[in-house]
């Protein structure tokens, strides 16, 4: 029963790494850029080849969003050329594949219901148009595979929103936070119990069924409202600004409206997805 992880240095990664242990039936193999180039096709297979890995969940992404726009080859062959080599050698080596996707496919100019995976995908970045491009390419070499895209992730580890604001609140009195972006903010710890739930069930009763998901936490909010909730958890005492996206120009279109629909991974796996400020209680306790 061996899993292995790409990009285990990451946020996600990081956390799977955190409740590995929960699952002892498990042998997991933790990969990162310095033990195993996704974007090196041969190297891949010498890898799969020696260690037979039953299910691959991909972490490793390039995130930059912002430095997307002007470094696209670099971000194209992580986020595309990467998944695709990914996914032909599991068809090779008859391995499953989670792979990890993100809400930047679509233009986030959906408001009244949150997007389905069934919905026109239509990236206005060249962070969400690789990611779209490396999903394409997933299917294209690798029929059964898993696709999970979530949305505002954070957690203990690395850069992310939350630790950002936490770590603004001891340099200034007061901020200026975007309040016409709205979404769910995910908590990778729950996402990563998520993919291993996926998994388990594969492994007990070999039950497994391909295809795009959604996860994030339930529940949605603006970049502002999540601000003042890590800042009222915590107890900091700080004025909060709501603004609008304008005010902060940036060479990348962010989208307007990232909240995604559930029903499908509920309903097909029985998963168990926590509230964000449940969630967000949690984290902050350990941070």
Not at 42 to 53: A, G, M, S
Request: with cysteine.
């Amino acid at each position: 029963m061996k899993i292995l992880i790409t990009g285990s240095n990451g946020q996600l990664g990081s956390k799977i790494k955190d409740i590995s242990s929960d699952y002892q039936k498990f042998k997991f193999i933790f990969t990162d850029l310095n033990d195993l180039d996704i974007t090196n096709f041969d190297l891949l297979f010498e890898f799969f080849k020696k260690e037979k890995p039953k299910i691959l969940i991909n972490c490793a992404a390039y995130t930059a969003v912002d430095k997307a726009e002007d470094d696209y080859e670099n971000a194209y062959k992580i986020n595309s050329l990467g998944p695709k080599n990914l996914a032909k050698v599991c068809s090779i080596f008859k391995t499953k594949f989670i792979h990890i996707s993100t809400d930047y496919v679509f233009d986030g100019e959906k408001r009244e219901h949150a997007y389905l995976e069934s919905d026109q995908t239509f990236p206005q970045s060249v962070y969400g148009k690789t990611k779209l491009e490396g999903e394409n390419l997933v299917f294209e070499n690798l029929a059964n595979a898993i696709i999970l895209r979530t949305a505002w992730l954070y957690s203990e580890y690395g850069v992310n929103f939350v630790k950002t604001m936490l770590r603004l609140s001891k340099e200034r009195t007061d901020l200026s936070v975007v309040n016409d972006q709205i979404g769910s903010p995910t908590y990778a710890g729950d996402l990563a119990k998520a993919i291993l739930e996926i998994s388990k069930q594969y492994f007990i009763s070999n039950y497994w069924k391909s295809g795009v998901y959604h996860y994030s936490n339930l529940g949605k909010c603006t970049w502002y409202e999540f601000a003042k909730e890590i800042f009222k958890i915590k107890n900091i005492d700080i004025v909060v600004k709501p603004v609008q996206s304008q005010d902060f120009p940036s060479k990348v279109k962010r989208p307007n409206y990232s909240v995604l629909d559930k029903t499908k991974i509920i309903s097909t796996y029985k998963i168990n997805i926590p509230n964000w400020q449940d969630s967000l209680n949690l984290v902050l306790e350990k941070i």
